[in-house]
């Protein structure tokens, strides 16, 4: 069974920085792809940063320079380090795997506010 565990959001000042955890289990992690999106109150989710199995990286236009994704395969843990973060974050970040390798699973997420 597919699980996907997100964890390290909370209250954060413009300019603030957070890092966000995703634990994985029931599929082969070190061969999959992993994604962070986020939606907010009243908006569409949205695709923000993304790794592949080999680590290569990319990320949304709105986030570039910013954030940075990452993997640990011995964890089974992808993170997503946040930094001069606006208010316009605020949302509810998810991680997600490939749907090949980790089907259509989705966490619960965790919440992100920044305001002042």
């Known amino acids: 069974q597919v699980q996907l565990v997100e964890s390290g959001g909370g209250w954060v000042q413009p300019g603030g920085s957070l890092r966000l955890f995703c634990a994985a289990s029931?599929?082969?992690?070190?061969?999959?792809?992993m994604a962070w999106y986020r939606q907010a109150p009243g908006k569409q989710r949205e695709w923000v940063a993304g790794?592949?199995?080999?680590?290569?990286?990319s990320y949304a236009d709105s986030v570039k320079g910013r954030f940075t994704i990452s993997r640990d395969n011995a964890k089974n843990t992808v993170y997503l380090q946040m930094n001069s973060l606006q208010p316009d974050d605020t949302a509810v970040y998810y991680c997600?795997?490939?749907?090949?390798?980790?089907?259509?699973?989705w966490g619960q997420g965790t919440q992100v506010t920044v305001s002042s």
């Open positions: 029931g599929f082969t992690f070190s061969n999959c792809a």
């Open positions: 997600k795997g490939d749907v090949r390798c980790s089907g259509v699973s």
């Open positions: 790794i592949s199995s080999d680590g290569t990286t």
